[in-house]
């Protein structure tokens, strides 16, 4: 399952404003939203800032909106129909751990229409 849970980015840059991708409670990238003048065309979009796993050395991407980012991680992930969830956001206000990704997760899955 994929989960974004939303963050502000060291960046030294107005680039601040992130969010993590967690896929089965292990963070797999950063994403950052372009907000700086310099980007020109991709100011708006969302940047890949950071990946791991799997998705480490991959070339840069930007999307338009966290569910065509969702979208592209689900693909690369291997996570296509196993993720329906995939796109939702928790905004808890605090820092999210593995644990609580996880129990997140787990509720949602209870509470899914089967």
């Not at 980012?69 to 206000?93: F, H, I, K, S």
């Amino acid at each position: 399952m994929l989960i974004f849970h939303p963050v502000l980015v060291a960046t030294d840059s107005s680039d601040e404003e992130g969010q993590l991708a967690f896929h089965d409670g292990k963070l797999v990238a950063i994403l950052v939203r372009l907000a700086g003048v310099e980007h020109r065309e991709d100011r708006g979009r969302l940047y890949v800032e950071a990946s791991f796993g799997s998705l480490s050395g991959h070339p840069a991407q930007t999307f338009s909106s966290l569910d065509e980012a969702a979208d592209w991680l689900n693909v690369e992930l291997g996570a296509g129909a196993q993720t329906p969830a995939c796109g939702r956001t928790y905004e808890t206000g605090k820092p999210v751990s593995p644990g609580e990704v996880a129990a997140l997760a787990q509720r949602d899955d209870r509470a899914a229409p089967r």
